[in-house]
């Protein structure tokens, strides 16, 4: 007992020559600690050390970053023809190879115009300038027509212009009832996307691409059809209007019926 004694004293004494270096925090067993409970010890900040050594705590792992919640796919609304929309149809006309023509076509021309016309202008197929270009209707025939469309009231802008072909038949020939029967669903699937209030079919290929008719187009212009329930005002190609300037007057007659249809008058002639 009496060294128990000494340890203690030595322990105190050990005590107060560490406040005098001016530690602060010192570390003594649990044992020690009660047979110092009745010794007036300086005071001074300890810590307990149990017998056995308190198992480390785990540093606490770090939140996790919230994962990003991918965007739900946007619903993309598909019509009866298949397409949901203008772009989607251009695009499968763009990478269509399903005739000989887009072995020699530089560019298709899937049409242009608005995508909600009231009158939708359908000619025969691309030439030159509209292969190089992408565009319909832009030589002297397009040049014609949008004269023909602005004398209306309206513009390319606010009509669609397309045709029965989307690519050039090479040397401007007719196009044949082979790529007719191939390339016509992309125009009917157009059409179904516009809901044009009128078709006009410029020319007998036009005429025969919609309708299935061959009579000479001078017998069937001005007289309305229907295309699937769209009423169609067949008339003159305008590059034959250019060959035959006689025939100009019965294109301007047949345009002002489809006025008439829609409820319209064509706009004062602009003085020069």
């Not at 198992?55 to 609304?77: E, M, R, Y």
């Not at 023509?101 to 242009?112: D, E, H, I, S, Y």
């Not at 038949?169 to 007719?174: E, G, Q, T, V």
Request: glycine content about 6%; aromatic content about 4%; charged content about 25%.
């Amino acid at each position: 007992m009496t060294n128990l004694n000494n340890i203690v004293n030595d322990i105190e004494q050990y005590l107060k020559h560490q406040i005098e270096e001016g530690e602060t925090n010192t570390e003594i067993s649990q044992d020690i600690m009660e047979k110092l409970s009745n010794k007036t010890i300086p005071k001074t900040t300890t810590t307990v050390s149990d017998s056995t050594p308190a198992t480390p705590t785990a540093p606490a792992k770090p939140a996790p970053t919230p994962t990003k919640t991918a965007k739900p796919a946007t619903a993309v609304k598909v019509n009866a023809t298949g397409c949901a929309d203008m772009d989607a149809i251009t695009l499968k006309i763009s990478s269509c190879t399903q005739c000989s023509l887009a072995k020699t076509r530089t560019n298709t021309v899937p049409g242009q115009g608005s995508n909600s016309p009231e009158i939708m202008f359908i000619g025969e197929a691309p030439g030159a300038k509209e292969d190089e270009q992408g565009r319909p209707f832009v030589g002297r025939s397009g040049n014609f027509l949008e004269k023909m469309i602005v004398a209306m009231g309206y513009s390319r802008e606010t009509v669609f212009i397309g045709n029965i072909l989307k690519c050039r038949p090479p040397d401007n020939r007719k196009p044949t009832q082979e790529e007719i029967d191939i390339c016509i669903p992309y125009l009917k699937q157009q059409i179904a996307v516009l809901k044009p209030k009128v078709i006009i079919a410029l020319g007998a290929t036009s005429v025969k691409g919609l309708l299935g008719k061959t009579p000479a187009i001078s017998k069937l212009r001005g007289e309305w059809q229907k295309f699937e329930g769209i009423p169609l005002m067949p008339t003159f190609h305008p590059a034959y209007i250019l060959r035959n300037q006689s025939k100009k007057g019965e294109l301007w007659a047949d345009l002002k019926k489809v006025l008439t249809f829609l409820g319209k008058t064509p706009p004062p002639i602009k003085k020069q």
